[in-house]
């Protein structure tokens, strides 16, 4: 599956946008009660980290309104397989092509050298630059631009060149989760190795990794424009940032304001990403439009934010949302799965009220507790499913009433044949 969302640690913890599940590949059933009971070592802090990781990547998927209209598209996606319809085939590459786009290839990611973080060295250097898609046929698309941030150490070695893709917007948000529980453990503790541990895993393996700048991008974009220095700081403000990016409508973002004399080299690519609603820009551009009066105060408030980009209140934001949200039900007119798609619409919706439209109304560990909790994967889990091949799904279809563990096995079946239909197109 392209899109999955892998954790840090690739072998241990994933979330599948696809089939919704969170899957802990080395941990056990028994693993995850321990991590969320009441110790207080390094391995259960890690892995509560982890857990809470991979639930924001669930709960930004259900709860905001570019992850329902994902789903949409992957619900109707997955239906055009299912009826064996080819002139519905075209629904499965419209969603294999967004699916791409929440990485973007890996071509425009550029590795130039490796760097290895000690403490006491200089913070990296950034610049931020623009580039253009390809199309099918190999030529540029010079209508469709996306954001890159390159970054260089303090005595000007090429590290890495960037796009700021939605998917690193979904990862700051996790990796805030991350750390907000390790620094809550490292809170409780009195011991100096700890705090020298958790620095180092913070600095070393978070924000100044560059094998993982997917994780970090959106982190130095808020931390630098800001103009802040506490990683741990900067966080939740990213988070807000990110979180209100996904959730903004697209006439919202098509009338954002463009105030940097810097941007003028760029000619008409920021308003050909907002018009496209690249979401990576639009999430600089709302922050770079609020920099001047957050380094005023000193201290962020969203409804500032909204201000200086010109934007209706929060609640008038809200509302907005969730009117586009509920429309989404009206787009689905399918009798396969239907059932299990509305059930994770209305989830997301009422995750969406608690949540508010920057996700910082209710907290990840009260989701761990409630009725909201992602289906979960563990490496000791059994396939529950009666479906073995894509066959038996078709003897039973319509798809009116089945299990979440039926579900898993239809949308990772389905999954694996849109993506062949997907590498054989135009062949």
């Given at each position: 599956m392209v899109g999955i969302f892998p954790n840090l640690y690739y072998t241990v913890a994933s979330y599948s946008p696809v089939t919704t599940f969170i899957s802990f590949e080395a941990l056990k059933a028994k693993d995850w009660q321990a991590a969320l009971g009441q110790s207080t070592n390094w391995k259960h802090a890690e892995i509560r980290g982890i857990i809470h990781h991979e639930t924001r990547h669930y709960v930004d998927?259900?709860?905001?309104?570019?992850?329902?209209?994902?789903?949409?598209?992957?619900?109707?996606?997955?239906?055009?397989?299912?009826?064996?319809?080819?002139?519905?085939?075209?629904?499965?590459?419209?969603?294999?092509?967004?699916?791409?786009?929440?990485?973007?290839?890996d071509y425009y990611h550029e590795l130039y050298n490796g760097y290895v973080w000690r403490k006491g060295t200089a913070n990296w250097d950034y610049?931020?630059?623009?580039g253009f898609r390809y199309r099918d046929d190999g030529s540029s698309d010079d209508t469709r631009p996306i954001m890159f941030v390159r970054f260089f150490t303090s005595d000007g070695l090429s590290l890495s060149r960037v796009p700021v893709s939605i998917a690193s917007l979904f990862e700051t948000n996790a990796v805030f989760q991350e750390v907000d529980v390790m620094g809550k453990y490292i809170a409780s503790q009195v011991s100096n190795k700890e705090l020298d541990k958790f620095n180092s895993w913070l600095m070393g393996s978070l924000i100044y990794n560059n094998d993982r700048t997917i994780y970090n991008v959106a982190g130095h974009i808020c931390a630098n424009l800001l103009d802040i220095k506490d990683p741990r700081e900067a966080f939740p403000i990213c988070s807000s940032l990110a979180t209100l990016t996904l959730n903004l409508p697209h006439k919202l973002v098509e009338m954002l304001p463009l105030r940097d004399d810097e941007l003028?080299?760029?000619?008409?690519?920021?308003?050909?990403m907002l018009r496209n609603h690249e979401h990576g820009f639009v999430f600089f551009n709302l922050l770079n439009n609020y920099k001047e009066k957050y380094r005023s105060v000193k201290r962020f408030n969203l409804q500032d934010l909204l201000a200086e980009n010109g934007l209706p209140t929060e609640q008038e934001i809200a509302e907005m949302v969730r009117v586009e949200l509920i429309n989404l039900t009206r787009c689905y007119n399918e009798e396969n799965l239907q059932r299990y798609f509305l059930d994770l619409h209305q989830k997301g919706l009422e995750l969406f009220n608690l949540r508010g439209i920057d996700g910082s109304g209710y907290d990840i560990s009260k989701i761990l507790a409630s009725t909201y909790i992602p289906n979960i994967r563990f490496a000791d889990s059994k396939n529950g499913s009666r479906f073995k091949e894509l066959f038996d799904v078709f003897k039973e279809m319509p798809l009116t009433d089945i299990t979440h563990e039926d579900f898993f096995q239809i949308a990772t079946l389905t999954d694996e044949r849109m993506d062949s239909l997907f590498q054989i197109r135009g062949i």
């Amino acid at each position: 599956m392209v899109g999955i969302f892998p954790n840090l640690y690739y072998t241990v913890a994933s979330y599948s946008p696809v089939t919704t599940f969170i899957s802990f590949e080395a941990l056990k059933a028994k693993d995850w009660q321990a991590a969320l009971g009441q110790s207080t070592n390094w391995k259960h802090a890690e892995i509560r980290g982890i857990i809470h990781h991979e639930t924001r990547h669930y709960v930004d998927h259900l709860s905001t309104l570019w992850g329902q209209t994902n789903l949409l598209s992957l619900y109707k996606a997955m239906n055009a397989r299912l009826s064996l319809n080819e002139t519905r085939f075209s629904e499965i590459i419209n969603y294999k092509k967004q699916e791409r786009e929440l990485h973007f290839a890996d071509y425009y990611h550029e590795l130039y050298n490796g760097y290895v973080w000690r403490k006491g060295t200089a913070n990296w250097d950034y610049r931020f630059s623009s580039g253009f898609r390809y199309r099918d046929d190999g030529s540029s698309d010079d209508t469709r631009p996306i954001m890159f941030v390159r970054f260089f150490t303090s005595d000007g070695l090429s590290l890495s060149r960037v796009p700021v893709s939605i998917a690193s917007l979904f990862e700051t948000n996790a990796v805030f989760q991350e750390v907000d529980v390790m620094g809550k453990y490292i809170a409780s503790q009195v011991s100096n190795k700890e705090l020298d541990k958790f620095n180092s895993w913070l600095m070393g393996s978070l924000i100044y990794n560059n094998d993982r700048t997917i994780y970090n991008v959106a982190g130095h974009i808020c931390a630098n424009l800001l103009d802040i220095k506490d990683p741990r700081e900067a966080f939740p403000i990213c988070s807000s940032l990110a979180t209100l990016t996904l959730n903004l409508p697209h006439k919202l973002v098509e009338m954002l304001p463009l105030r940097d004399d810097e941007l003028k080299v760029w000619n008409s690519r920021p308003r050909d990403m907002l018009r496209n609603h690249e979401h990576g820009f639009v999430f600089f551009n709302l922050l770079n439009n609020y920099k001047e009066k957050y380094r005023s105060v000193k201290r962020f408030n969203l409804q500032d934010l909204l201000a200086e980009n010109g934007l209706p209140t929060e609640q008038e934001i809200a509302e907005m949302v969730r009117v586009e949200l509920i429309n989404l039900t009206r787009c689905y007119n399918e009798e396969n799965l239907q059932r299990y798609f509305l059930d994770l619409h209305q989830k997301g919706l009422e995750l969406f009220n608690l949540r508010g439209i920057d996700g910082s109304g209710y907290d990840i560990s009260k989701i761990l507790a409630s009725t909201y909790i992602p289906n979960i994967r563990f490496a000791d889990s059994k396939n529950g499913s009666r479906f073995k091949e894509l066959f038996d799904v078709f003897k039973e279809m319509p798809l009116t009433d089945i299990t979440h563990e039926d579900f898993f096995q239809i949308a990772t079946l389905t999954d694996e044949r849109m993506d062949s239909l997907f590498q054989i197109r135009g062949i």
